[in-house]
């Protein structure tokens, strides 16, 4: 039985480790917070920032998994360095193979759907420093001192996706109510959004097929859908009165953004809302075999989010 170590709680850390734990595998998950343990996963506390601290707790493992997700945008040059140093650190003390949550930050703005041989060209901070982590980590295997791969992934969709974690999210209990729904960027882009338990089977694959090492891979994705055509479906399968999309104009998001760090990095990626921004995962399918939840499916199950009287 392989152990496994998930770095990180959050939606994707927690069904991972789930995931895992069902197939049978040994789980411990590290947090800052910690939590509680239970027959088939057990918890500890501790922070990733601290190299020392996270290469004791991980201690023995096979497989440690980055599922940590620094919340605060404009927070990622402080937050993140040290978490990734402190991670390839346990991966290569501990000799388990790192299996890093990515994202498409790397590609910038894209000429058309993003592969995992797309240029990694992105010019803004937040993808700047994705491109850095997973350098770093690709020297560091080059060097012999860790194996390692990455999942990417869109925007998260999912019951378990908190409303500050998501641009759609967001919107359901509005969509419940009635109101008119503002978004950011072209409602009416087509848009990518990664089923959180597909992120997880993603995941816990390059975790245990050894041909997912070295290399990136993208989360299976079922066809995009623009935001007015997602939000109009999560609408439809609440009872909800028709939604009512309107994007929010970018002028209005820029003076935001003069006093409002996170609104400022989010204007400095507005390319990921203002044209189509398509993942494409056809190696994921045809190398380790996983596909995306349908659409239909992955809105009855994200419409179970939004409480009866929101």
Do not use: C
């Not at 729904?181 to 089923?195: E, L, M, N, R, T």
Request: overall charge neutral; cysteine-free.
């Amino acid at each position: 039985m392989a152990r496994h170590v998930v770095v990180g709680k959050g939606p994707v850390g927690s069904a991972t480790a789930q995931l895992l734990a069902e197939r049978g595998h040994e789980v411990l998950v590290l947090s800052r917070s910690g939590g509680r343990s239970t027959d088939a996963v057990e918890h500890r506390a501790v922070d990733a920032a601290d190299a020392g601290a996270l290469t004791a707790a991980v201690g023995r493992a096979d497989v440690i998994y980055n599922a940590v997700n620094p919340p605060a945008y404009d927070r990622w040059t402080q937050d993140w360095p040290p978490i990734a140093a402190a991670l390839l650190q346990a991966a290569e003390r501990s000799g388990a193979l790192l299996v890093v949550m990515g994202n498409l930050y790397v590609y910038g703005r894209p000429s058309g759907p993003m592969t995992p041989r797309s240029p990694l060209a992105a010019t803004d901070v937040k993808g700047r420093i994705r491109i850095r982590m997973w350098e770093e980590a690709l020297a560091a295997r080059e060097a012999g001192r860790v194996r390692v791969t990455e999942a990417r992934a869109s925007d998260f969709v999912g019951p378990t996706v908190p409303a500050g974690q998501s641009h759609l999210m967001r919107q359901l209990a509005t969509l419940r109510r009635g109101p008119r729904a503002w978004v950011i960027g072209d409602p009416d882009a087509p848009h990518s959004w990664s089923y959180v338990p597909d992120v997880a089977a993603t995941l816990a694959a390059l975790g245990t097929d050894p041909r997912a090492e070295g290399r990136a891979w993208h989360v299976p994705t079922t066809p995009p859908r623009s935001q007015r055509q997602a939000l109009t479906d999560l609408a439809a399968a609440m009872g909800a009165p028709p939604a009512r999309v309107s994007g929010v104009p970018w002028p209005v998001l820029r003076a935001v953004g003069a006093t409002n760090g996170q609104m400022r990095e989010i204007v400095a990626i507005r390319h990921q809302w203002d044209q189509p921004f398509v993942i494409e995962a056809t190696e994921t399918t045809e190398v380790l075999g996983l596909t995306a939840t349908p659409w239909d499916d992955v809105v009855r199950a994200t419409v179970q989010a939004v409480p009866a009287g929101a």
